[in-house]
């Protein structure tokens, strides 16, 4: 991970005395959810359909499958 300069470090300093930076960051904690747990278990329809979702926001294209090679495998 690269070092950051001293320029950046005061500007995160000085972003960090602010109120409002504050008070925003509470109000994300507070109404954060995550879109898969249904009554805190995992929906598995509800996670594929968000990997989809991140999948094609991110433009990914899928590899063509490839089976494995090999004919001695041991753990």
Same mark, same amino acid.
């Given at each position: 991970m =690269?070092?950051?300069?001293? =320029?950046?470090?005061?500007?995160l300093s000085e972003s960090a005395k602010s109120a409002s930076l504050r008070e925003d960051m509470r109000r994300l904690v507070e109404h954060r959810h995550n879109p898969v747990l249904v009554d805190?278990?995992?929906?598995?329809?509800r996670l594929i359909d968000f990997l989809n979702g991140y999948n094609e926001f991110i433009n990914h294209e899928p590899k !063509?499958?490839? !089976?494995?090679s090999g004919g001695a495998m041991k753990l």
């Open positions: =690269a070092k950051i300069g001293e =320029a950046e470090k005061k500007a805190g278990v995992v929906d598995i329809d !063509p499958f490839e !089976p494995m």
